[in-house]
């Protein structure tokens, strides 16, 4: 397959009755995925990661609990590169397509759905072209023998066109995958065999695997003895990662620096008060011919957002769906520039460019949805960029701002928070509300940060796809946070046409292909980035931002005795409490999260030794003697403790399999995000992962303070230091600093920022802090003082607070206190410090305690990020879920 990416004319186009189709398309997906059809956006039974492989079949056994496993349109529980793997190929045909009018193209992916309620045949199996229009049937045979592994969920079956529709027929191939567990594959085999089902595919993968295993085992032979090298390939499985390394993928897979070097300019808009950067300009006519996009001329062998034209006809390239009918194109993109390059101010002169009304029934308003910590920049960058009589007339749409509910689309531009969007979204109403966010047809809507909306089960990301608006756009640095799947919500967010939006498409199309490093599937995927994305670095020759230099250092800590002794001792009982939990084949909930308390006692104190609380102790107690604990202060403020260990653990959601972004703990010590459990509760009334009763959701429990904080204040003297706070007052206070020196200090404990406040002001430092405890406006406050008031010389920052968004290159050194376990987060802080804007040579520190978790971890930091990033190319094989016994075994490596 070649795929052509031409030039994209700046040109109008009407795309009058785009919502429609793209409605039309969404109903199609969620009238597929209400049917008890085996696709791959079905559910599976939600539990611990590390039990997933063996949930195939209880669905069928669980009966009334079936109601948890179809929880949000468009959602999918688990990655099925790595739960499902390829048994076999099955041509068939599809019967009785001159009942129905659904288009088939050969080469074309189709969808397969159950109908047990077929009058004429209970095992009937439909098949739909990706617009939801109806083919036909597959055979009554064959359907006969597939019914029962689809509706047991032990097989889920894909479909590929081999050939021409007929008068009475169509040929298609069945891909059919099963269970990668090893223990039921077998199993599963024999059963295919005996029903005349095809495993070929699976029996090589076997030989395969089976050859890899004898290589392996010769290499270890002949490794035996070396000293150390076993205990290096331990250490390196520690759970770190950087999504700086990450977003190579979407450069690899988007355009190359010779021709982003080489993009068209646009002017500067004339209401713009600040001149841009010429790849600000570039961006600026990128984000212009993205707004209105053209479908390839007759003639032409270019594609555009995957759509190929021939003659009168349309092919879209990666689901090979033809139509005559013109497709509608996504109008807006992916902005995914470097941080600290300006995308912020790329989208003002976008605006400023581009406000005219898209369509008839559109507003000329822009919507920017933001953390709520940046809010406020946004109009402050907006007022600070464009010439007074040019001015847009901006409204923060929260708190008093919220009075304006009903006149916003008198306002150039609304800016609101993700919060307040998932709030304001109604998923049951199909009716436009008279006032507030969605009864506005925006201009175009802007997603800062819009990797929060990489989970699509979330309600953020639901309430986003359903903004009506004529152009979407997405800001973020990190378009990538996990794997390729992350890419699927914004796809769906821009309404990609053509099938993409419908997650088994997009799953079959892209994702699984890749994952057996398919080469025309990496040409999908280029053609794809290359049209809706848009990402340039800091360090590309064309860029030249002439930043000044950066220096990281590491500064080695000692502990001092009584440190150490403490150390030693968290370390002996970690050691001790992991041999429990694996004693116990690890089917203690409870008796986990003291696994993971304990392991953040050691992180604790390697900062002060009173940060470290027995905190869960006492409840991991009452939850082995009582299944669900009743709720009195003291035991929410224990919930709110253990939850705590489950955030700071980097912990996942039971039930999307996501990083907790939206936290809770139920009664029985379970935690999840709220959007999954709470349509868990309204359905079911259940823990699904111990189905103890939950009334409602009035009884979870939420976290004492912002995510990723603790909420109790530690009491600190500035003659009680530890040698860590002892290391950074010397970094502070050092003769022959740089005049004027400001310095952030980050720490991702809010009790350890308590305890360093009294020694700041026993050395006469002023300061500033930002943390999760304070309103917006109070943030707004600490970061105005920490950049203009000459006697404040510090910020004490939470790192989660201060990794998106903020402004700080008033600083020239960052501090940063202690170790998140996705570095991720350090990095966007660092970010907030050197950007675009910072004049002067920048200082990183990073205090790590010798012969401590912090210090083994740091050590083999970049072997780790390396295996990461193969994993995160979907072509490793080893698989990106960590599962429970994984991280586990990582764990028993640090703590070697």
Known sequence: MVLTIGKRDIEHVDLTGDDDRYARAQKASRIAREQPVLSLDDEVQVMPSFQLSQSFTQDAQEGEDDEATDLVQGSQDIDYTNAYMLYGHMPTKIVGVRFYNGQATIGERVLLLREPNNPYDRNAIQVKNVMGDQVGHIGRKVAAKLATYMDARELLVEGLLTGIKGAYDCPISLSLFGTSDTSKRQELQLRMERDRLPVTEVKRTEREEDKQRRKQLQQELKSKGRPGESMDMLVNQSIIFNPRDVNKVVEEFGLNESD??????????????TELLHYQRQGLAWMISKELPVLPSPGSDTVEQLWKRKGNYFTNIATNYTTSTVPPLASGGILADDMGLGKTIQIISLIMANSQPKTPESSASTLIISPVSVMSNWK????LHTKKEHTPRVLIYHGAGKKEA???????VVITSYGALAMEYNENSDVSPKSGIFSVYWRRAVLDEGHTIRNPRSKGALAACNLRSGSRWTLTGTPIINTLKDLYSQVR?????????????FNSTLIRPLSREDPDARLLLQALMATICLRRRKDMNFINLRLPPL????????????????????LSEARGVLLNFKAKEQTKESTYSHVLEVILRL??????????????????????????????????????????????????????????EQPIITACGHAFDRCCIEKVVERQHKCPMCRSEIKDASTLVSPAAELGEDADSAVGAPDDPSSKIE????????????PDTRTVVFSQWTSFLDIVEPHLRANGIGFARIDGRMDSIKRDQSTRTFSNDPNCKVLLASLSVCSVGLNLVAANQAILADSWWAPAIEDQAVDRVYRLGQTRETSV???????SIEDRVLDRQEEKRKLMLDTFRETAKKKKGEDRATRIAELEQLLA
């Not at 046409?497 to 498409?505: I, K, N, P, R, Y």
């Not at 939850?623 to 224990?638: F, G, M, Q, R």
């Not at 520190?845 to 012969?851: F, H, S």
């Open 260 to 273: 982003l070097a080489n993009m068209p300019m646009a002017e500067s808009p004339t209401a713009l008060a």
């Open 406 to 412: 009903a006149n916003l689309s008198e306002y150039d």
């Open 845 to 851: 520190w990073r205090l790590i305690m010798e012969e």
């Open 551 to 570: 220096t990281s250092r590491v500064f080695r800590v000692k502990f001092h005795a009584h440190e150490k002794e403490k150390y030693d001792m968290f």
């Open 380 to 383: 402050n960058q907006i007022e």
């Open 603 to 660: 992180r604790q104190v390697c900062n002060h030794w009173t940060l470290c609380k027995n905190r869960v102790d006492k409840l991991t107690s009452l939850l082995d003697k009582h299944k669900v604990i009743p709720l009195t202060p003291e035991n929410i403020k224990a919930l709110q403790d253990m939850l705590q260990v489950r955030i700071e653990s980097q912990e996942t959601c039971a039930i999307c399999l996501e990083i907790l």
């Open 727 to 738: 290391a950074l007052i010397k970094i502070l206070t050092a003769q022959g600093q740089v």
């Open 493 to 505: 967010f821009l309404r990609l046409s053509g099938g993409l939006e419908d997650v088994a498409v």
